[in-house]
């Protein structure tokens, strides 16, 4: 296993590095002809630094100043956006200076000018990217669950998926998605996993729990673990902080709200590869369920429609996609899963993906939108 592992990660280390050298050779072929004489060694030295970077503040986060971690995955981030487009752009821009080169233009002629084009388009859609990332919307679905619920006739539930909560993605824009549900005057909230980024650290530094606090909805306000809690580790920290301001955090629980409805949670998937780990079936779960009142259940990670269906759930609320966060990534997580954004009904079962408030790595969003999902249930008398 440990080999195996090696022969992975050496892999991708090579392919990371390869390219890093394509994009790292093109920006410097086009500055040479921009500002001639250049030294190489030192764009080198702080292209690799740039690259670098964002692995580098994981790898040795405990070792260093938080200020230095953070500096070095924000710059690290903003990177890991522009050289995606920059990988994606390149091919078609050496494409055509091969042409240009074939019909013997002149060198100092066109590749300032294609560099310059290619720099402003990477540029354009980063900033459209950052507008779509932090101007998050609230997207209404309405459905209709056959069930009674002690009374109620209709629900309103708010939810937010993905925080991601760390060194990008801080405070203040916590406080905007606080301020939008508390003007939503929702029934009940539900956070559908990854608040946190990865470390813990930001969360406490930043003092987010305050703004967290000041939720509030007539039913409780619940959430899950996502992967990113299990990465970052100190979920005991973490729950037990959610806890003090009144955030539920279900790991593979059950609640029930007086005669009205459930809500369940389960461990994300990633703790099935956890020492000492694994998670609750739905059918586990649910077991000791009072199926004839409404299930709500909060899965992280979008899989297992059929399973839960079958197990008496009625709303499964996920997210963990980001709808691939930066176009063309949506059409891999289309494959990934059998819904990775959107609504789709199976059955008795209404499931609901959120493309996710926050955003991992960069604050770039193209193909998709940070959002806020407001959930208007209606219950109906069996017929």
Same mark, same amino acid.
């Given at each position: ?35 001639? $004489?250049?030294?190489?060694? %030192? ?7 740039? !690259?670098?970077?964002? #692995? /580098? *503040?994981? @790898? +040795? ?27 994606l ?14 019909? $013997?233009?002149?060198?100092? %002629? ?7 084009v !290619?720099?402003?388009l #990477? /540029? *354009?859609? @980063? +900033? ?61 909230? /539900? ?10 650290v ?90 004839a ?29 980001h709808?691939g ?59």
């Open positions: 296993m440990r080999a195996r592992f090696a022969l992975i990660l050496t892999s991708i280390l090579v392919v990371f590095t390869g390219i890093h050298y394509y994009v790292g050779w093109n920006l410097l072929n086009w500055l040479d002809r921009i500002w001639p $004489g250049i030294p190489h060694a %030192a764009f080198w030295s702080l292209f690799w630094l740039i !690259a670098f970077s964002y #692995v /580098l *503040a994981r @790898l +040795a986060e405990r070792f260093m100043p938080h200020r230095v971690s953070s500096l070095l995955k924000i710059v690290g981030a903003w990177w890991m956006a522009a050289l995606f487009y920059l990988f752009l390149m091919p078609l821009v050496d494409l055509i200076a091969l042409v240009f080169h074939l019909a $013997g233009a002149d060198p100092d %002629a066109y590749i300032p000018w294609l560099g310059g !290619a720099s402003v #990477v /540029l *354009a859609l @980063l +900033a459209k990217g950052v507008w779509n990332a932090w101007n998050p919307i609230v997207r209404t679905y309405e459905i209709a669950i056959d069930k009674e619920a002690g009374g109620l006739k209709e629900l309103t539930v708010a939810a937010a998926s993905d925080l991601h909560l760390g060194s990008l993605v801080r405070k203040r824009y916590l406080n905007v998605l606080v301020d939008k549900l508390t003007e939503m005057k929702p029934d009940l909230i /539900l956070l559908p996993g990854d608040i946190l980024d990865d470390s813990f930001p969360f406490v530094r930043q003092g987010m729990a305050e703004s967290m606090a000041r939720l509030r909805a007539r039913f409780g306000i619940f959430a899950v673990l996502g992967n990113h809690e299990y990465f970052g580790g100190h979920i005991a920290d973490y729950v037990r902080t959610m806890r003090d301001i009144g955030i539920e955090v279900l790991m593979d629980r059950t609640v029930r709200i007086g005669d009205h409805f459930y809500v369940a949670g389960r461990k994300d998937k990633t703790a099935e590869r956890m020492p000492g780990g694994g998670r609750l079936s739905h059918e586990a779960l649910l077991a000791e369920v009072d199926k009142l409404p299930v709500f259940l909060l899965d992280h990670q979008p899989y297992g429609f059929d399973s839960a269906a079958a197990s008496g759930v009625d709303v499964m609320l996920s997210g963990h996609t709808r966060q930066m176009t063309p990534n949506h059409l891999i997580t289309r494959r990934l899963f059998e819904l990775d954004w959107g609504y789709k009904q199976k059955g008795r079962l209404h499931a609901v993906v959120s493309s996710g408030y926050g955003t991992w790595g960069p604050p770039i969003r193209l193909g998709s939108r940070s959002e806020i999902i407001r959930l208007v249930i209606r219950f109906r008398t069996p017929a």
